[in-house]
């Protein structure tokens, strides 16, 4: 399984960035899929995931508002819609899959996932 990760950069605070992720060579077609951020010397946080077949998504607090998960065209892309971004949002955002029939407040601990993408560097100023 490979997550593929695309987006992300730089971007000045109240501006806009969008990530996306596609998952090659899976042996299911549906996933619960997101995102997860890490900034250095901290522990992996859940940000956002959604079920690619049932949908359904589920949002860390500190994003709620700004941030908007979705699926694309199938099979399985899944794109990250950062507004109003943050200083704080900086950091190191991976795409994650697990193979289950749906997401659920578990989607957002590191745990609850099988598959991690390389990352990709999101930076914001101020």
């Known amino acids: 399984v490979d997550l593929v990760e695309s987006g992300g950069g730089s971007a000045q605070a109240g501006g806009a960035l969008r990530l996306s992720c596609v998952l090659r060579?899976?042996?299911?077609?549906?996933?619960?899929m997101g995102w997860f951020r890490q900034a250095p010397r901290q522990e992996r946080a859940g940000v956002a995931t959604?079920?690619?077949?049932?949908?359904?998504?589920y949002y860390a607090d500190s994003v709620k508002g700004r941030f908007t998960i979705s699926q694309g065209s199938a099979p399985n892309p899944v794109y990250l819609q950062m507004n109003n971004l943050r200083p704080e949002d900086t950091d190191m955002y991976f795409c994650?899959?697990?193979?289950?029939?749906?997401?659920?407040?578990?989607?957002?601990?590191?745990?609850?996932?099988?598959?991690w993408g390389k990352g990709t560097q999101v930076t914001i100023s101020s």
């Open positions: 994650v899959a697990a193979p289950t029939i749906g997401c659920g407040p578990w989607s957002l601990r590191s745990d609850g996932m099988d598959y």
């Open positions: 959604v079920h690619t077949g049932r949908g359904g998504a």
């Open positions: 060579r899976a042996t299911y077609s549906t996933h619960c």
